[in-house]
């Protein structure tokens, strides 16, 4: 017997990400090739924007996607969201050249509250929230705290993207495949402070930190390649990244809503307290997931290298957070 659809909400359908995004989970791409789903897009009221999305959805329309199981177009996130069990916030304004992600905070952190609100009100108690607009991990916040009525774990931030820049950077380094690497993870905030660790990395088995054996190009390259790719390719392209965010969202609620096996990946999600970071906190942490839940990855020692950098990341979280106080209070 087929599968009831699942109702997706994704926001700023019109824009960049949006155009990556929308064609993937109309093909199954994001909930499985077996699920059928409802796609409930989100644009601002701006008549252009409207116009745009319209544009999109006949596209959509035109690839006759068979598990596409209905599309509606929206202004208002309280029609948008209705029973929604996945919502992807993207809609936001992305960075130009010279900007850092938190300099968004104050252009964006309203859309959060706004919408918060109305997943609180209207959204499936189940519904998993991705956030991937930027400043992720204080929007996510901000929207989690605008849904007293929803479990604080259904609201997650994209670091994603981190992870998989990472992933391709020790590929390239080693040598070794994509696919063969285990037990990444990209700690903090989704900004040049985050810290993305191959301390428990393994290939085959093998312990990734022994194959490099190099704590200059960890500290000196790979590190900074990894926190400031964002920047690299607005720099490149004269855009932010879209493809790429696509695809990392897609990853993350597959892996959220269908299972990693064991293996482990990467969350913004809020701290229960784990490794030190305060209770609340949208922070990125090493998860396994598995029943739709995730799981903090557990007992991993902090070297004083890493608490450092872990400390960095905190602190920068926090400081977004006492900038934002006025809209959750
Ligand atoms: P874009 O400007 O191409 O598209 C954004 C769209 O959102 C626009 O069409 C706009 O009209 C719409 N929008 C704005 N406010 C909205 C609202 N309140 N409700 C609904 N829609 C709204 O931008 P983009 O390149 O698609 O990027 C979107 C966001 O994603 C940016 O904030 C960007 O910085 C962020 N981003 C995050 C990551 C990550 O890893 N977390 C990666 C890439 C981009
Ligand atoms: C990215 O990491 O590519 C996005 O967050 C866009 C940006 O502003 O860097």
Same mark, same amino acid.
């Given at each position: 017997?087929?599968?009831?659809?699942?109702?997706?909400?994704?926001?700023?359908?019109?824009?960049?990400?949006?155009? *990556?995004?929308?064609?993937?989970?109309?093909?199954?791409?994001?909930?499985?090739?077996?699920?059928?789903?409802?796609?409930?897009?989100?644009?601002?009221?701006?008549?252009?924007?409207?116009?745009?999305?319209?544009?999109?959805?006949?596209?959509?329309?035109?690839?006759?996607?068979?598990?596409?199981?209905?599309?509606?177009?929206?202004?208002?996130?309280?029609?948008?969201?209705?029973?929604?069990?996945?919502?992807?916030?993207?809609?936001?304004?992305?960075?130009?050249?010279?900007?850092?992600?938190?300099?968004?905070?104050?252009?964006?952190?309203?859309?959060?509250?706004?919408?918060?609100?109305?997943?609180?009100?209207?959204?499936?108690?189940?519904?998993?929230?991705?956030?991937?607009? +930027?400043?992720? +991990?204080?929007?996510?916040?901000?929207?989690?705290? *605008?849904?007293?009525?929803?479990?604080?774990?259904?609201?997650?931030?994209?670091?994603?993207?981190?992870? +998989?820049?990472?992933?391709?950077?020790?590929?390239?380094?080693?040598?070794?495949?994509?696919? *063969?690497?285990?037990?990444?993870?990209?700690?903090?905030?989704?900004?040049?402070?985050?810290?993305?660790?191959?301390?428990?990395?393994?290939?085959?088995?093998?312990?990734?930190?022994?194959?490099?054996?190099?704590?200059?190009?960890?500290?000196?390259?790979?590190?900074?390649?990894?926190?400031?790719?964002?920047?690299?390719?607005?720099?490149?392209?004269?855009?932010? *990244?879209?493809?790429?965010?696509?695809?990392?969202?897609?990853?993350?609620?597959?892996?959220?809503?269908?299972?990693?096996?064991?293996?482990?990946?990467?969350?913004?999600?809020?701290?229960?307290?784990?490794?030190?970071?305060?209770?609340?906190?949208?922070?990125?942490?090493?998860?396994?997931?598995? +029943?739709?839940?995730?799981?903090?990855?557990?007992?991993?020692?902090?070297?004083?290298?890493?608490?450092?950098?872990?400390?960095?990341?905190?602190?920068?979280?926090?400081?977004?957070?006492?900038?934002?106080?006025?809209?959750?209070?």
């Amino acid at each position: 017997m087929s599968k009831s659809p699942m109702r997706v909400a994704v926001t700023g359908a019109a824009g960049q990400i949006g155009y *990556s995004l929308l064609f993937r989970i109309a093909n199954g791409d994001m909930l499985g090739k077996d699920q059928p789903v409802i796609l409930q897009l989100l644009e601002i009221p701006d008549e252009k924007a409207q116009k745009a999305l319209k544009g999109v959805m006949m596209e959509i329309d035109d690839c006759a996607f068979p598990l596409l199981a209905g599309m509606t177009a929206h202004s208002d996130p309280m029609t948008a969201f209705k029973d929604v069990d996945v919502a992807l916030l993207v809609g936001a304004r992305p960075r130009g050249p010279g900007m850092e992600r938190k300099d968004l905070l104050e252009a964006n952190a309203q859309i959060f509250t706004v919408q918060g609100k109305a997943l609180d009100a209207v959204a499936s108690r189940n519904v998993k929230v991705l956030v991937v607009g +930027n400043p992720a +991990n204080t929007n996510a916040y901000i929207a989690m705290k *605008s849904a007293p009525s929803l479990p604080a774990k259904n609201f997650t931030a994209m670091l994603r993207l981190d992870h +998989n820049r990472a992933l391709s950077q020790i590929a390239a380094k080693t040598g070794k495949p994509v696919a *063969s690497i285990e037990k990444l993870c990209v700690w903090g905030n989704h900004s040049p402070t985050m810290y993305a660790d191959y301390r428990f990395a393994t290939i085959d088995g093998q312990s990734v930190k022994d194959m490099i054996n190099d704590h200059e190009w960890n500290r000196d390259t790979f590190l900074p390649t990894v926190g400031k790719r964002g920047a690299a390719i607005i720099e490149a392209r004269g855009l932010s *990244s879209a493809a790429s965010a696509a695809n990392a969202a897609i990853d993350h609620v597959r892996d959220w809503v269908l299972g990693t096996n064991g293996k482990w990946t990467t969350m913004g999600i809020p701290s229960d307290g784990s490794y030190g970071i305060p209770e609340g906190t949208m922070f990125g942490f090493p998860v396994t997931t598995e +029943n739709g839940e995730y799981t903090i990855v557990q007992g991993l020692e902090i070297d004083e290298f890493s608490r450092e950098r872990i400390n960095v990341t905190l602190k920068e979280l926090q400081e977004e957070r006492d900038g934002v106080k006025h809209l959750v209070g």
